[in-house]
């Protein structure tokens, strides 16, 4: 019987880098980490005050932010050694907690990852907002994308040409409606932050990407407000390539399946030299989201869309540090 080692400052700040790492809608990191060092848990819990009540009223942007944050921990605790046992909603009574990670070990043959390369892409992995080349894919790459997608309880759809048009026609028709919303137009431009500014969420100006000079890409314009702070406009790249992510059921632990597929996606295709931006704007308004759904199949459940291709690296957006977003342990009953 192996005795466990103790989780140490270090290990804990590994695990917690890893995970603050994750995409996270508007770069909210909407996110608080609960350590429980006798049962060697970390708990996952929802930030209230990080939440964008007109973009996203149900939550289910936060729950795939948290989910691609648990993916994240998980590969980071396997990394380190350790085996990562996740309980996604372990409580109903606690709303708030979404995922529990307890840490067991050390790890067998078995349990060695079979993706070399993915953690070190969790550093890698930016958003790109500029253009992509046009370049294709190979096959074996999307396949490898849409497998990792489906072994986290999702799918990823890759459409065809017609089926591309319609998803970029829903989602400028979505962001189309967002220009047109005053009060949504400004919670989006809380979320930019100013150069050189020390704000450890948002997106910083200079991550901006350009508007589409074509006007086939609908790229998220956070400036429509101030439109002084739009760069200039450039050619994005004619054949765009996009997978839909989407799951078989839309309850709050399939929001959390969903996010941990997302991660394993983009985590592939950066693996791979690949360079990914999220088209979420559909998502946000309930029948356009209900129309990017896969005609012949009512069990899909749109989440989002990936772009994905060849391009130049996406800005880095900031980080809280470790220490603001670990609260301590909940005392014991005894206590």
């Known amino acids: 019987m192996h005795t466990q080692a103790p989780l140490d400052a270090a290990t804990v700040e590994s695990l917690l880098a890893a995970a603050v790492a994750a995409p996270s809608i508007h770069n909210t990191q909407p996110w608080r ?56 909603l372990p409580d109903r009574h606690t709303p708030g907690l979404l995922a529990a990670v307890r840490l067991t070990g050390p790890l067998g043959a078995d349990d060695q990852p079979s993706d070399p390369g993915l953690y070190e892409a969790i550093a890698r992995r930016h958003t790109s907002r500029m253009p992509f080349t046009g370049r294709p894919v190979p096959e074996p790459i999307v396949a490898e994308m849409a497998r990792a997608a489906q072994s986290a309880d999702a799918r990823l759809h890759l459409p065809d040409i017609a089926g591309t048009r319609r998803l970029l026609r829903l989602t400028a028709a979505a962001e189309a409606r967002n220009r047109a919303h005053p009060e949504r137009s400004t919670e989006t431009l809380t979320w930019l932050t100013a150069p050189g500014s020390d704000v450890s969420y948002g997106i910083p100006v200079t991550a901006l990407g350009p508007p589409d000079a074509a006007g ?120």
């Open 33 to 88: 980490f609960r350590l429980d060092p006798d049962r060697q848990v970390l708990e996952v819990h929802s930030a209230p005050e990080r939440t964008l009540p007109l973009t996203d009223p149900m939550h289910r942007a936060q729950y795939l932010s948290v989910g691609a944050a648990v993916f994240n921990l998980r590969l980071a605790a396997v990394h380190l050694g350790r085996r990562p046992e996740v309980r996604l």
């Open 216 to 335: 086939r890409m609908p790229m998220r314009d956070f400036t429509s407000p101030l439109p002084a702070l739009r760069r200039p406009a450039l050619f994005f790249e004619r054949h765009v390539q996009l997978g839909l992510l989407w799951t078989p059921r839309d309850q709050r632990e399939d929001w959390l399946r969903a996010g941990q597929a997302l991660q394993y996606v983009l985590l592939t295709a950066t693996a791979h030299g690949l360079r990914t931006s999220l088209l979420h704007q559909a998502m946000e308004w309930s029948d356009l989201r209900a129309a990017t759904a896969l005609p012949r199949d009512k069990r899909c459940h749109p989440q989002l869309l990936i772009r994905f291709g060849y391009g130049p690296d996406g800005a880095g957006t900031p980080r809280g540090p470790v220490h603001s977003v670990v609260r301590p342990a909940a005392p014991s009953a005894s206590e």
